[in-house]
């Protein structure tokens, strides 16, 4: 029998069920929605994770595809998933948790009795380091963003390469290597011994269909190449950055793009210009280094020298 919360399940069984964190200020008792998914056969144990940040949707619209169509017969292994994370956040469609407005993945690995997202991620915490694999589902917020996966850990982390093959197997086609802030749940996973990586399919508000559909096939890539599903996958190779360089405004105004989310862009490259309301250019970006326009801003009012997008930096494949 495996169990997460009140979710039990023997081997060859799914069930899903609730993880307690507390109780809401009425007093009512709190559970995280969460999911067993136990194989007939042994194996590894895989985690995943949705909406740590309550207004990153997509990755609750994976969980509630992938789950339906795991079948516990044909799997080995076992599947733990917590659905949504960020219970308070994910009520008001906000990034933080409103409770103590922490943004939970900066929390990691929680304390169970700190505040409101110490004590989520303590929780969850303890799901996660049951697995041998851990995917943290994100999205870049309500900003447009390519579809890619982090490698949170380091370069110099014992598991980098781990973690590289899991982003590798996942696929979106794009990964970040870059370390991330402390408290991050696929950096301080990593820590703990297991591959940790966060895939973030895309961006802006609800359900991106085409972003969705590579979360789920990114599971299930998951799945088959490290051996919960029979049958391999082709790894193909990832378009990796290493670093970003952020562009804010020069003037106040409508941000106008003159590149494609994806496109590659070579130093010297127009990114943007700002008009004013009447169409009239105020002020012209250009690209500062060779990279990939990687993330934009949503609306497209700024004022001056707030944030525009962004270029993924020190371009190789692996
Ligand atoms: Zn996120």
């Given at each position: 029998m495996t169990s997460l919360g009140t979710a039990s399940a023997a081997p060859g069984e799914i069930d899903t069920g609730r993880l307690t964190i507390g109780e809401t200020r009425d007093g009512t008792p709190v559970g995280l929605p969460v999911a067993v998914v136990n194989g007939r056969r042994d194996g590894d144990t895989l985690y995943v994770q949705a909406?740590?940040?309550?207004?990153?949707l997509n990755g609750v619209g994976v969980v509630s595809r992938v789950v339906p169509q795991l079948d516990p017969a044909a799997l080995a292994g076992t599947v733990l998933v917590v659905g949504i994370a960020n219970y308070y956040g994910f009520q008001v469609a906000e990034h933080r948790n409103p409770i103590d407005d922490t943004k939970l993945n900066r929390t990691f690995p929680g304390d169970p009795e700190g505040s409101s997202s110490e004590r989520i991620a303590h929780a969850v915490f303890e799901a996660a380091t049951r697995a041998d694999l851990v995917l943290d589902l994100h999205q870049g917020s309500t900003s447009r963003m390519i579809d890619e996966v982090r490698?949170?850990?380091?370069?110099?982390?014992?598991?980098h390469r781990d973690c590289l093959e899991l982003a590798k197997a996942f696929g979106c086609g794009h990964v970040l290597d870059q370390k991330g802030p402390e408290g991050q749940l696929a950096r301080v996973a990593s820590d703990e011994g297991i591959p940790a990586v966060d895939p973030e399919l895309g961006g802006a508000v609800g359900w991106d269909e085409t972003s969705i559909e590579r979360g789920v096939r990114g599971i299930f890539n998951v799945l088959h190449h490290y051996g919960f599903l029979d049958g391999d996958v082709d790894l193909s190779r990832q378009t990796r950055a290493r670093g970003f360089d952020r562009y804010g405004a020069p003037a106040g105004g409508l941000v106008d793009y003159q590149v494609d989310l994806g496109a590659s862009v070579e130093r010297g490259d127009a990114l943007f210009r700002v008009t004013d309301v009447f169409g009239t250019v105020k002020a012209a970006v250009d690209a500062k280094n060779d990279g990939v326009f990687w993330r934009t801003r949503r609306l497209p009012q700024v004022a001056t020298g707030e944030y525009v997008c962004s270029v993924g930096t020190s371009i190789d494949t692996y």
């Amino acid at each position: 029998m495996t169990s997460l919360g009140t979710a039990s399940a023997a081997p060859g069984e799914i069930d899903t069920g609730r993880l307690t964190i507390g109780e809401t200020r009425d007093g009512t008792p709190v559970g995280l929605p969460v999911a067993v998914v136990n194989g007939r056969r042994d194996g590894d144990t895989l985690y995943v994770q949705a909406a740590s940040d309550g207004d990153e949707l997509n990755g609750v619209g994976v969980v509630s595809r992938v789950v339906p169509q795991l079948d516990p017969a044909a799997l080995a292994g076992t599947v733990l998933v917590v659905g949504i994370a960020n219970y308070y956040g994910f009520q008001v469609a906000e990034h933080r948790n409103p409770i103590d407005d922490t943004k939970l993945n900066r929390t990691f690995p929680g304390d169970p009795e700190g505040s409101s997202s110490e004590r989520i991620a303590h929780a969850v915490f303890e799901a996660a380091t049951r697995a041998d694999l851990v995917l943290d589902l994100h999205q870049g917020s309500t900003s447009r963003m390519i579809d890619e996966v982090r490698v949170r850990c380091g370069r110099h982390h014992r598991l980098h390469r781990d973690c590289l093959e899991l982003a590798k197997a996942f696929g979106c086609g794009h990964v970040l290597d870059q370390k991330g802030p402390e408290g991050q749940l696929a950096r301080v996973a990593s820590d703990e011994g297991i591959p940790a990586v966060d895939p973030e399919l895309g961006g802006a508000v609800g359900w991106d269909e085409t972003s969705i559909e590579r979360g789920v096939r990114g599971i299930f890539n998951v799945l088959h190449h490290y051996g919960f599903l029979d049958g391999d996958v082709d790894l193909s190779r990832q378009t990796r950055a290493r670093g970003f360089d952020r562009y804010g405004a020069p003037a106040g105004g409508l941000v106008d793009y003159q590149v494609d989310l994806g496109a590659s862009v070579e130093r010297g490259d127009a990114l943007f210009r700002v008009t004013d309301v009447f169409g009239t250019v105020k002020a012209a970006v250009d690209a500062k280094n060779d990279g990939v326009f990687w993330r934009t801003r949503r609306l497209p009012q700024v004022a001056t020298g707030e944030y525009v997008c962004s270029v993924g930096t020190s371009i190789d494949t692996y």
